[in-house]
C-alpha cells in the first residue's frame, strides 16, 4: 500500500535476519534507530512516513517519555529498560491502557481514541491503542477561499462578493454543495490538471453529512492536503473519500487479466438444468458445469431454444431410470448458433443457425457432433424448430423408414374433447377414429384385428395397452440409441426434415407453448398435467442485438470482429456519418459474411432523440451497450476553447448519460464505456501496427522512455473480462472491511518495462501514489550489493589448484573487498561507501554483525575466525590478510593429509 517501508532496530546485528523475513518484500529499507536520541541527527526525515509500528518489544530506553516524544517525529520505536520512570512495579513488557493514556498524554499525543482488546476480560493478552499526535499551532495561518454555485444562503454571497483568491491560498470548491454534480468528470480533469499545471488539485468525495464527525473528518483531510511535501519519490495523496465517518483513499490493485478471464469464464461458463432429488420438481436448477475441451471432430453450439418431451417428465419424477449410453440427463432437442468448430468438421461454420440431438439438450451451450446437427433456414425461429427434431425424426424414420407406409387409415387417442377438436380440424381425422382410450375402443374398431403399427410417446400401463394392439409383429423406434449408435441415420433424418419443411410438406408443430429458462418448474408441472396440445419449448434467449456507438474505426472494427467471433448475430451501430464511407461498407460486408446482420444509423448520442430512435428502429432487442466514441482535440487545458472542450466531452459524459437514462429498466447483459487513460492516469499508448510498423523510431524512443505498448489482444482480452465482470451474480462493488473494491473498473497498460523509480523512466505516472501497490510488486534491486559469489567460487577453485597464490597481495585485497561487501550488505550501506582499509570500529561493527560476518567466512570462504580476531583487526584490508592465510593453512594440512 506504500511505496517504501523501514525497518528499524538499535543494532545491525538483527539486520541479517530481518532481510531473511523481508525477503520478498520490495522497497524495505533496512536501518539502524536508537530511538533514545533525536531520529533527524539518525538520518530519519522528520514527519516524513506515513504509518508506524512500535511493537511493545524494547530497546535500551531507559526513559519511555523520551522515546513517545521521538515517536511523535515519526521514527520507530522498542523499548527495554524503564528503571527512570518507574516502571520497575509493573510486568516486564506489559503496561496497563490506563498507563499509556497518562504517558501518551505527557509525551504529546491527545488523549486515546479507542482501546482494542484480543479477547475478553480478563483473558485479554493484548491491547490495540489508538493514539494521535497534537497538532502543533502556528501563527501564521493559511487563507482558505470558498469557491461555490451562485445561492441565498448570506455567507456564502459575501464570498462571492469578495475579491478574487490571492496566489498562494487554499481554495475550496464545494460546487455540489447543493446538487450532484458529474463528480467522475471533475475527478479526470483534476488529474491532467495535476499533470499539466503541476498544480495540487486535490479532491474529496462525501456519500453523505451525517454528523460533525463527518466535518471532523474533512478537517482532517484539509490539514493532511496543507501539510504534504513533494520531496519525495511519489506525490502525496490528491484523493480522498469519506464514507461512514471513514477516510479512504485509492489504490490501484494489479491482477492478471489472462488469469481472471480464465478463473471468472469458468464461474460464469456453461450451465445445465439438474434436478436434486428425483420426483421433486421444485428442486430443478440450473447448475454450473465443467466444460470439457471440445474435440476435433465436434462443434460447439449456443443454445437458444430447447423443445421438452415426455421423457424429460418421466426422468424427473425419478420413473424412467437413467442409461448414459443412451439418455444421459434432461432434454434431447434443440436450436442454435454454432460457436466453434473443430479443426476435422466440414460443411458447418461458426455463425450457422442449426437444430441438433442431445442428451444434455438443457443447457446454455452443448458440445454434439456434425451428424447430429443441420443447417435451418433462416425464415425459421429457434424455438419453432425446437419443436421439430425429435417428433419429425421419429415419424420419418417409424413410418416411412421401417413400417414403409403410405396413405391409409389413422387412428388416434386423446386425453379430452379439446384435443379431439384440434385434431379433426387440423388434420381431417375421421371422428370415429379418435378414442378416449386405445385397447378397447381401437379393438373394437378393427373387428379385433388391431393395427399394424403403432407410433407413441407413452409409459407405463399404457405403453403395454398399446402392444396389446399391435397385429402380428412390429418394430420399436428408440430415438437415443439411434442417436448414440447409429448417428448417419439421424444425419440423413435430420436433413429430410429441413427438405420437407423447404417444400412446405411438414410445418413446424402447433400450438406451442413457450416458457423462459427461469419458468422450469412452472413448465414441468404443466406438461404434468397432460392437458396440453403441440409442443413445450424453452427460449433461452431471443435473438438479440448489441449497440456499438461508434465502432467503425480501428479499435471498433477489432472490437466488432471480437464479438461476431464471440456468437454475436446482430448489430448496430450509431454514427455520426451514415456508415456510408467505402472503407465503413466494406467492412459491414464483411461482417455480414460472417453471418452477422449489420444495422447503422446516423446520429448522435448526446441527442436523446437519436438514441431512442435506435431502441425504436433496432430490428432486435438489445442485450448490450458498447460506449467508445472518439473525439479527438489535442491541446493542452489552458490553451483550450469551451468549444474544444465540449465537442470532446459531450459524447462520453452526456452521451452516457442519455445511454443510461434510456436503458435505465432494461435488463442489459453489458454496458462497456471506453475511456481514455489520461483521465485515470497517464499511460502508454495502444499499439497501432501500421503506424509503428513505419516508425521504427517512436517505437524504439517509446521503449527507451519506458513506456510498454499495449497490444489489440490485451484491449480485447480487457473487454472480455468487463464482459463477464458485468454478468457476474456478485456485487461489482462494494464496501469491504479494509475498504471499497470497486471491480466494474478494469484498466489495461499501465506497465512499464524499467523499474519505475528509474531516471530514464518517463512514465508520468511514476510518482502517482495511486500506483503503490505496483511498485512495490515491479521494483527489484537490479544491482546486487552483495557479493559476487560466482566469483568468489572461481577464485576458491584457482587456489585450490595453486595455492602459492594465496601468499600474495592482490590475493589477500581480493578476499577484504568480498568480506567488505558482504559486510556492507549486513549494514545496508551504499556499496559506492566500500573501503577495505577501514577499521570495524569505524564502521560501527559490534558483536552481532561479527558473528554474523564470521558464520558467513566459514561457510563461504571456508575459513573459521573468532569474533575478537574479527573485532580486533587493524582493517578490512588485514582481515582478508587473515582469511588468505587461514585458507592456505587449511590447503596445507588438507595436502599433508592425503601424502599420508
Given at each position: 500500500?506504500?511505496?517504501?517501508?523501514?525497518?528499524?532496530?538499535?543494532?545491525?546485528?538483527?539486520?541479517?535476519?530481518?532481510?531473511?523475513?523481508?525477503?520478498?518484500?520490495?522497497?524495505?529499507?533496512?536501518?539502524?534507530?536508537?530511538?533514545?536520541?533525536?531520529?533527524?541527527?539518525?538520518?530519519?526525515?522528520?514527519?516524513?512516513?506515513?504509518?508506524?509500528?512500535?511493537?511493545?518489544?524494547?530497546?535500551?530506553?531507559?526513559?519511555?517519555?523520551?522515546?513517545?516524544?521521538?515517536?511523535?517525529?515519526?521514527?520507530?520505536?522498542?523499548?527495554?529498560?524503564?528503571?527512570?520512570?518507574?516502571?520497575?512495579?509493573?510486568?516486564?513488557?506489559?503496561?496497563?491502557?490506563?498507563?499509556?493514556?497518562?504517558?501518551?498524554?505527557?509525551?504529546?499525543?491527545?488523549?486515546?481514541?479507542?482501546?482494542?482488546?484480543?479477547?475478553?476480560?480478563?483473558?485479554?493478552?493484548?491491547?490495540?491503542?489508538?493514539?494521535?499526535?497534537?497538532?502543533?499551532?502556528?501563527?501564521?495561518?493559511?487563507?482558505?477561499?470558498?469557491?461555490?454555485?451562485?445561492?441565498?444562503?448570506?455567507?456564502?454571497?459575501?464570498?462571492?462578493?469578495?475579491?478574487?483568491?490571492?496566489?498562494?491560498?487554499?481554495?475550496?470548491?464545494?460546487?455540489?454543495?447543493?446538487?450532484?454534480?458529474?463528480?467522475?468528470?471533475?475527478?479526470?480533469?483534476?488529474?491532467?490538471?495535476?499533470?499539466?499545471?503541476?498544480?495540487?488539485?486535490?479532491?474529496?468525495?462525501?456519500?453523505?453529512?451525517?454528523?460533525?464527525?463527518?466535518?471532523?473528518?474533512?478537517?482532517?483531510?484539509?490539514?493532511?492536503?496543507?501539510?504534504?511535501?513533494?520531496?519525495?519519490?511519489?506525490?502525496?495523496?490528491?484523493?480522498?473519500?469519506?464514507?461512514?465517518?471513514?477516510?479512504?483513499?485509492?489504490?490501484?490493485?494489479?491482477?492478471?487479466?489472462?488469469?481472471?478471464?480464465?478463473?471468472?469464464?469458468?464461474?460464469?461458463?456453461?450451465?445445465?438444468?439438474?434436478?436434486?432429488?428425483?420426483?421433486?420438481?421444485?428442486?430443478?436448477?440450473?447448475?454450473?458445469?465443467?466444460?470439457?475441451?471440445?474435440?476435433?471432430?465436434?462443434?460447439?453450439?449456443?443454445?437458444?431454444?430447447?423443445?421438452?418431451?415426455?421423457?424429460?417428465?418421466?426422468?424427473?419424477?425419478?420413473?424412467?431410470?437413467?442409461?448414459?449410453?443412451?439418455?444421459?440427463?434432461?432434454?434431447a432437442e434443440c436450436a442454435g448458433i454454432i460457436t466453434k468448430v473443430g479443426s476435422k468438421v466440414i460443411n458447418l461454420n461458426v455463425g450457422d443457425r442449426v437444430l441438433a440431438f442431445n442428451g444434455n439438450s438443457f443447457s446454455t451451450s452443448i458440445k454434439t457432433t456434425p451428424d447430429l446437427c443441420a443447417k435451418i433456414p433462416d425464415t425459421l425461429s429457434f424455438e419453432d424448430t425446437a419443436t421439430m427434431p425429435c417428433i419429425y425424426s421419429t415419424v420419418i424414420y417409424g413410418l416411412q423408414d421401417m413400417a414403409r407406409l403410405e396413405a391409409g387409415q389413422?387412428?388416434?387417442?386423446?386425453?379430452?374433447?379439446?384435443?379431439?377438436?384440434?385434431?379433426?380440424?387440423?388434420?381431417?381425422?375421421?371422428?370415429?377414429?379418435?378414442?378416449?382410450?386405445?385397447?378397447?375402443?381401437?379393438?373394437?374398431?378393427?373387428?379385433?384385428?388391431?393395427?399394424?403399427?403403432?407410433?407413441?410417446?407413452?409409459?407405463?400401463?399404457?405403453?403395454?395397452?398399446?402392444?396389446?394392439?399391435?397385429?402380428?409383429?412390429?418394430?420399436?423406434?428408440?430415438?437415443?440409441?439411434?442417436?448414440?449408435?447409429?448417428?448417419?441415420?439421424?444425419?440423413?433424418?435430420?436433413?429430410?426434415?429441413?427438405?420437407?419443411?423447404?417444400?412446405?410438406?411438414?410445418?413446424?408443430?402447433?400450438?406451442?407453448?413457450?416458457?423462459?429458462?427461469?419458468?422450469?418448474?412452472?413448465?414441468?408441472?404443466?406438461?404434468?398435467?397432460?392437458?396440453?396440445?403441440?409442443?413445450?419449448?424453452?427460449?433461452?434467449?431471443?435473438?438479440?442485438?448489441?449497440?456499438?456507438?461508434?465502432?467503425?474505426?480501428?479499435?471498433?472494427?477489432?472490437?466488432?470482429?471480437?464479438?461476431?467471433?464471440?456468437?454475436?448475430?446482430?448489430?448496430?451501430?450509431?454514427?455520426?456519418?451514415?456508415?456510408?464511407?467505402?472503407?465503413?461498407?466494406?467492412?459491414?460486408?464483411?461482417?455480414?459474411?460472417?453471418?452477422?446482420?449489420?444495422?447503422?444509423?446516423?446520429?448522435?448520442?448526446?441527442?436523446?432523440?437519436?438514441?431512442?430512435?435506435?431502441?425504436?428502429?433496432?430490428?432486435?432487442?438489445?442485450?448490450?451497450?458498447?460506449?467508445?466514441?472518439?473525439?479527438?482535440?489535442?491541446?493542452?487545458?489552458?490553451?483550450?476553447?469551451?468549444?474544444?472542450?465540449e465537442v470532446v466531452q459531450a459524447p462520453k459524459v452526456l452521451g452516457t448519460w442519455n445511454l443510461h437514462n434510456a436503458f435505465d429498466s432494461v435488463p442489459l447483459d453489458f454496458f462497456v464505456l471506453f475511456s481514455l487513460p489520461a483521465s485515470v492516469i497517464d499511460v502508454g499508448v495502444v499499439e497501432d501496427v501500421g503506424y509503428l510498423s513505419e516508425n521504427p523510431v517512436i517505437l524504439q524512443q517509446f521503449k527507451t522512455n519506458g513506456v510498454q505498448t499495449l497490444r489489440e489482444y490485451d484491449l480485447l482480452e480487457t473487454l472480455e473480462l468487463a464482459i463477464?465482470?458485468?454478468?457476474?451474480?456478485?456485487?461489482?462493488?462494494?464496501?469491504?472491511?479494509?475498504?471499497?473494491?470497486?471491480?466494474?473498473?478494469?484498466?489495461?497498460?499501465?506497465?512499464?518495462?524499467?523499474?519505475?523509480?528509474?531516471?530514464?523512466?518517463?512514465?508520468?505516472?511514476?510518482?502517482?501514489?495511486?500506483?503503490?501497490?505496483?511498485?512495490?510488486?515491479?521494483?527489484?534491486?537490479?544491482?546486487?550489493?552483495?557479493?559476487?559469489?560466482?566469483?568468489?567460487?572461481?577464485?576458491?577453485?584457482?587456489?585450490?589448484?595453486?595455492?602459492?597464490?594465496?601468499?600474495?597481495?592482490?590475493?589477500?585485497?581480493?578476499?577484504?573487498?568480498?568480506?567488505?561487501?558482504?559486510?556492507?550488505?549486513?549494514?545496508?550501506?551504499?556499496?559506492?561507501?566500500?573501503?577495505?582499509?577501514?577499521?570495524?570500529?569505524?564502521?560501527?561493527?559490534?558483536?552481532?554483525?561479527?558473528?554474523?560476518?564470521?558464520?558467513?567466512?566459514?561457510?563461504?570462504?571456508?575459513?573459521?575466525?573468532?569474533?575478537?580476531?574479527?573485532?580486533?583487526?587493524?582493517?578490512?584490508?588485514?582481515?582478508?590478510?587473515?582469511?588468505?592465510?587461514?585458507?592456505?593453512?587449511?590447503?596445507?594440512?588438507?595436502?599433508?593429509?592425503?601424502?599420508?
Amino acid at each position: 500500500m506504500f511505496p517504501s517501508y523501514t525497518f528499524t532496530d538499535i543494532s545491525p546485528g538483527f539486520f541479517v535476519a530481518a532481510k531473511e523475513r523481508f525477503a520478498s518484500a520490495p522497497n524495505m529499507e533496512i536501518s539502524v534507530l536508537d530511538i533514545s536520541q533525536d531520529p533527524a541527527d539518525q538520518g530519519f526525515e522528520l514527519g516524513s512516513y506515513d504509518l508506524i509500528i512500535a511493537a511493545n518489544a524494547g530497546s535500551l530506553t531507559t526513559n519511555k517519555n523520551t522515546k513517545e516524544s521521538n515517536f511523535i517525529m515519526e521514527a520507530l520505536p522498542g523499548w527495554w529498560l524503564g528503571e527512570e520512570d518507574n516502571r520497575s512495579d509493573e510486568p516486564i513488557r506489559y503496561f496497563k491502557p490506563e498507563r499509556w493514556t497518562k504517558e501518551l498524554s505527557e509525551a504529546g499525543f491527545s488523549s486515546v481514541e479507542a482501546v482494542f482488546y484480543d479477547n475478553d476480560l480478563p483473558y485479554h493478552r493484548n491491547a490495540t491503542i489508538i493514539a494521535s499526535p497534537l497538532s502543533k499551532t502556528t501563527t501564521n495561518q493559511r487563507k482558505i477561499s470558498i469557491l461555490r454555485t451562485p445561492a441565498t444562503c448570506p455567507t456564502f454571497v459575501r464570498c462571492r462578493k469578495a475579491p478574487s483568491p490571492k496566489p498562494n491560498q487554499d481554495i475550496v470548491s464545494v460546487v455540489d454543495f447543493e446538487g450532484k454534480a458529474f463528480l467522475e468528470n471533475i475527478l479526470g480533469l483534476a488529474r491532467v490538471l495535476r499533470n499539466e499545471l503541476s498544480v495540487d488539485f486535490a479532491t474529496l468525495e462525501i456519500d453523505e453529512i451525517q454528523n460533525d464527525t463527518t466535518f471532523d473528518r474533512v478537517f482532517d483531510v484539509l490539514s493532511k492536503f496543507q501539510s504534504h511535501s513533494q520531496e519525495h519519490e511519489v506525490d502525496p495523496e490528491f484523493e480522498y473519500a469519506i464514507h461512514d465517518g471513514v477516510v479512504h483513499i485509492p489504490r490501484f490493485h494489479w491482477i492478471s487479466i489472462p488469469e481472471e478471464v480464465r478463473s471468472s469464464a469458468s464461474y460464469e461458463g456453461p450451465k445445465r438444468l439438474d434436478i436434486g432429488k428425483k420426483g421433486s420438481l421444485k428442486t430443478l436448477h440450473w447448475a454450473q458445469r465443467k466444460d470439457n475441451e471440445m474435440k476435433d471432430d465436434e462443434v460447439s453450439l449456443d443454445v437458444r431454444a430447447v423443445g421438452m418431451n415426455l421423457k424429460d417428465i418421466l426422468y424427473a419424477m425419478g420413473i424412467f431410470e437413467e442409461n448414459k449410453a443412451q439418455y444421459s440427463g434432461l432434454g434431447a432437442e434443440c436450436a442454435g448458433i454454432i460457436t466453434k468448430v473443430g479443426s476435422k468438421v466440414i460443411n458447418l461454420n461458426v455463425g450457422d443457425r442449426v437444430l441438433a440431438f442431445n442428451g444434455n439438450s438443457f443447457s446454455t451451450s452443448i458440445k454434439t457432433t456434425p451428424d447430429l446437427c443441420a443447417k435451418i433456414p433462416d425464415t425459421l425461429s429457434f424455438e419453432d424448430t425446437a419443436t421439430m427434431p425429435c417428433i419429425y425424426s421419429t415419424v420419418i424414420y417409424g413410418l416411412q423408414d421401417m413400417a414403409r407406409l403410405e396413405a391409409g387409415q389413422i387412428y388416434a387417442t386423446v386425453g379430452n374433447e379439446q384435443k379431439v377438436e384440434y385434431l379433426v380440424e387440423t388434420f381431417d381425422i375421421s371422428r370415429s377414429h379418435i378414442f378416449n382410450s386405445l385397447l378397447p375402443d381401437l379393438m373394437r374398431e378393427t373387428n379385433g384385428r388391431g393395427v399394424n403399427m403403432v407410433l407413441n410417446s407413452l409409459s407405463g400401463d399404457l405403453l403395454h395397452s398399446s402392444w396389446a394392439c399391435v397385429a402380428g409383429s412390429f418394430f420399436g423406434v428408440d430415438l437415443s440409441r439411434i442417436c448414440a449408435e447409429r448417428p448417419l441415420i439421424v444425419k440423413r433424418l435430420l436433413k429430410n426434415c429441413m427438405q420437407y419443411f423447404r417444400e412446405g410438406a411438414i410445418l413446424p408443430i402447433r400450438p406451442t407453448e413457450v416458457f423462459d429458462a427461469i419458468q422450469i418448474e412452472e413448465a414441468f408441472r404443466f406438461m404434468q398435467k397432460g392437458q396440453h396440445i403441440g409442443k413445450i419449448v424453452f427460449s433461452l434467449r431471443s435473438d438479440i442485438s448489441y449497440l456499438m456507438v461508434g465502432g467503425l474505426g480501428g479499435l471498433g472494427k477489432s472490437v466488432s470482429t471480437w464479438m461476431v467471433n464471440n456468437g454475436a448475430r446482430h448489430l448496430i451501430y450509431l454514427l455520426r456519418s451514415s456508415g456510408k464511407e467505402e472503407e465503413e461498407v466494406a467492412f459491414v460486408t464483411e461482417l455480414s459474411a460472417q453471418g452477422c446482420t449489420v444495422q447503422t444509423i446516423a446520429g448522435s448520442v448526446v441527442n436523446v432523440a437519436d438514441v431512442q430512435r435506435v431502441i425504436s428502429e433496432g430490428q432486435f432487442p438489445i442485450a448490450g451497450v458498447i460506449q467508445m466514441p472518439m473525439v479527438l482535440k489535442d491541446g493542452l487545458y489552458a490553451q483550450m476553447t469551451h468549444k474544444d472542450w465540449e465537442v470532446v466531452q459531450a459524447p462520453k459524459v452526456l452521451g452516457t448519460w442519455n445511454l443510461h437514462n434510456a436503458f435505465d429498466s432494461v435488463p442489459l447483459d453489458f454496458f462497456v464505456l471506453f475511456s481514455l487513460p489520461a483521465s485515470v492516469i497517464d499511460v502508454g499508448v495502444v499499439e497501432d501496427v501500421g503506424y509503428l510498423s513505419e516508425n521504427p523510431v517512436i517505437l524504439q524512443q517509446f521503449k527507451t522512455n519506458g513506456v510498454q505498448t499495449l497490444r489489440e489482444y490485451d484491449l480485447l482480452e480487457t473487454l472480455e473480462l468487463a464482459i463477464i465482470k458485468s454478468k457476474s451474480t456478485s456485487q461489482a462493488s462494494s464496501f469491504l472491511a479494509d475498504g471499497y473494491a470497486s471491480e466494474s473498473h478494469i484498466g489495461c497498460g499501465y506497465k512499464v518495462s524499467m523499474t519505475v523509480p528509474a531516471d530514464n523512466n518517463r512514465n508520468v505516472w511514476k510518482r502517482d501514489i495511486r500506483m503503490s501497490v505496483y511498485r512495490n510488486l515491479h521494483n527489484r534491486n537490479f544491482d546486487d550489493v552483495t557479493a559476487n559469489h560466482e566469483g568468489l567460487k572461481d577464485f576458491l577453485a584457482t587456489v585450490s589448484n595453486n595455492p602459492r597464490t594465496l601468499g600474495e597481495s592482490s590475493t589477500a585485497e581480493f578476499l577484504a573487498e568480498e568480506i567488505d561487501k558482504k559486510l556492507y550488505s549486513f549494514m545496508m550501506r551504499p556499496i559506492a561507501e566500500l573501503d577495505i582499509h577501514q577499521s570495524f570500529k569505524t564502521l560501527g561493527v559490534d558483536s552481532l554483525v561479527s558473528i554474523e560476518l564470521r558464520n558467513w567466512c566459514r561457510q563461504k570462504i571456508g575459513v573459521g575466525m573468532t569474533v575478537l580476531e574479527i573485532i580486533g583487526a587493524a582493517s578490512i584490508k588485514s582481515l582478508g590478510k587473515t582469511a588468505a592465510d587461514g585458507l592456505l593453512a587449511k590447503i596445507v594440512v588438507v595436502e599433508t593429509e592425503k601424502s599420508t
